[in-house]
């Protein structure tokens, strides 16, 4: 089992669905992270959350609803979706980044949305 | 303006050879990170190295490594002995700032490398 788990793996919805992603960290880690992933372009950091406190919306559309209930759990509400927005969406988590650890981030496998 | 550059879009090498994966970044600060992923076939992004900075040696992660030239502001990936398990999306990503705080990570658009039997 890996330390960063996402569910569902694969998920195909329409543009009036309403449906959520779910990542959940057995690392310990105080920051989580979502990134969209899609093809031929670079992963995009979407929300940051550290120690439960969002620090970071890169400008996403308010389709997009992240909530992180604990530093274990993070999730990614999505409704009203548009096809543009399939792409797989990645999760991660990390120590906050300070001078006894770089911080590097730690994968989920992906949740790969499919919106028509 | 891109941060991090990957020019090679696809890389192939034969197996047991050496490779090299370009990375160059851009930033004005003088503390920052850099890191290189793997991206298999199964979508999970595997944490492969790390460079500070202010490191003065070369990162080294049992078969991979780091070349690290600050003056040009290179950070290249170097996979010896390839084996057919390599072959997957590499990405390079860097953080600018200081340690503390969590300013986010920015990957570059990857490289493709494909090993040979």
């Known amino acids: 089992e890996t330390g960063v788990t996402q569910t569902p793996r694969h998920l195909v919805m329409g543009m009036t669905n309403k449906k959520s992603l779910k990542c959940e960290q057995h690392?310990?880690?105080?920051?989580m992270y979502w990134y969209k992933q899609s093809a031929k372009k670079p992963l995009e950091l979407m929300f940051v959350?550290?120690?439960?406190?969002?620090?970071e919306n890169n400008s996403v559309p308010s389709r997009f609803s992240p909530e992180c209930p604990n530093s274990s759990h993070l999730f990614l509400h999505l409704h009203t979706l548009q096809p543009e927005d399939s792409a797989l969406y990645l999760c991660?988590?990390?120590?906050?980044?300070?001078?006894?650890?770089?911080?590097?981030?730690?994968f989920g496998e992906g949740s790969r949305l499919t919106v028509l | 303006a891109q941060k991090i550059t990957q020019t090679q879009p696809g890389m192939f090498v034969q197996e047991k050879e050496a490779v090299t994966l370009d990375c160059t970044y851009d930033?004005?600060?003088?503390?920052?990170?850099l890191f290189w992923y793997k991206q298999p076939s199964s979508g999970e992004m595997i944490f492969l190295i790390y460079?500070?900075?202010?490191?003065?040696q070369n990162a080294t992660e049992g078969r991979y490594s780091l070349n690290f030239q600050k003056a040009r502001k290179s950070a290249n990936l170097v996979i010896s002995a390839s084996q057919l398990g390599d072959s997957a999306m590499y990405f390079c990503?860097?953080?600018?700032?200081?340690?503390?705080?969590?300013?986010?990570?920015?990957f570059g658009k990857g490289t493709r490398l494909s090993v040979i039997a």
């Open positions: 991660a988590s990390s120590q906050v980044p300070g001078a006894l650890n770089t911080g590097e981030l730690f």
């Open positions: 690392l310990g880690h105080n920051a």
């Open positions: 959350y550290n120690f439960k406190e969002q620090t």
């Open positions: 930033t004005s600060d003088q503390s920052y990170g």
């Open positions: 460079q500070g900075s202010y490191d003065e």
């Open positions: 990503a860097m953080r600018e700032g200081p340690g503390s705080g969590n300013t986010p990570l920015v």
